[in-house]
């Protein structure tokens, strides 16, 4: 079992930065794939960012290349999501993922990771 749970979740506005934490706890040394995943209102949950164990593989969706990077601490368990020039539409709730297994393409289907945080919101005004 891993336990997750995100922090740094708030209320910015537009063009500032957050970072969002999510430590794991439990069996962190079979996370091979961490994630993180966020959900609009309204909107399907959707994929933000991942890293591989040894942080070899980042990978990012579009909308995000360029202003969010994704690491990890695996000494810490921690994962990072460092969100630079926000804007309105990144409104969500973020959402921290573990896969125990390595994902290789597959690193952005939600249904290939194990287990999840309970997420943390993040508001982005104009």
């Known amino acids: 079992q891993v336990q997750l749970v995100e922090f740094g979740g708030g209320l910015v506005q537009a063009g500032d930065s957050l970072r969002l934490s999510c430590a794991a706890s439990g069996r962190t040394s079979s996370a091979y794939f961490m994630g993180w995943f966020r959900q609009a209102p309204g909107k399907e949950r959707e994929f933000v960012a991942a890293v591989s164990h040894g942080s070899v593989y980042l990978y990012y969706a579009d909308s995000v290349k360029g202003r969010f990077t994704i690491s990890r601490d695996n000494a810490k368990s921690t994962v990072y999501l460092q969100m630079n020039s926000l804007k309105p539409e990144d409104t969500a709730v973020y959402y921290c993922?573990?896969?125990?297994?390595?994902?290789?393409?597959?690193?952005?289907?939600?249904?290939?990771?194990?287990?999840w945080g309970q997420g943390t919101q993040v508001t982005v005004s104009s």
């Open positions: 993922a573990a896969a125990l297994n390595n994902l290789g393409r597959y690193y952005y289907l939600q249904s290939r990771y194990d287990y």
